[in-house]
């Protein structure tokens, strides 16, 4: 693998943060499959106790 194959680091003016250019063979798109799967996984939680409900909407004071 050469240099010329990995990610660099770019430095983007203005912003706090830098950013890594695309890795080789990829692209920006989500694939189809990987979104009903995390949702489904999100959906089929049995671990629910009687305080679970009250735990969800609670938010910290500092929001």
Not at 27 to 40: K, L, Q, R, S, Y
């Amino acid at each position: 693998m050469s240099s010329s194959d990995r990610q660099r680091v770019e430095r983007v003016p203005g912003a706090r943060r830098a950013k890594l250019t695309p890795a080789p063979d990829t692209t920006a798109e989500p694939v189809a499959g990987d979104e009903p799967e995390e949702a489904a996984e999100e959906a089929s939680r049995t671990d629910t106790g009687p305080n679970d409900e009250r735990l969800r909407r609670d938010v910290p004071p500092h929001y």
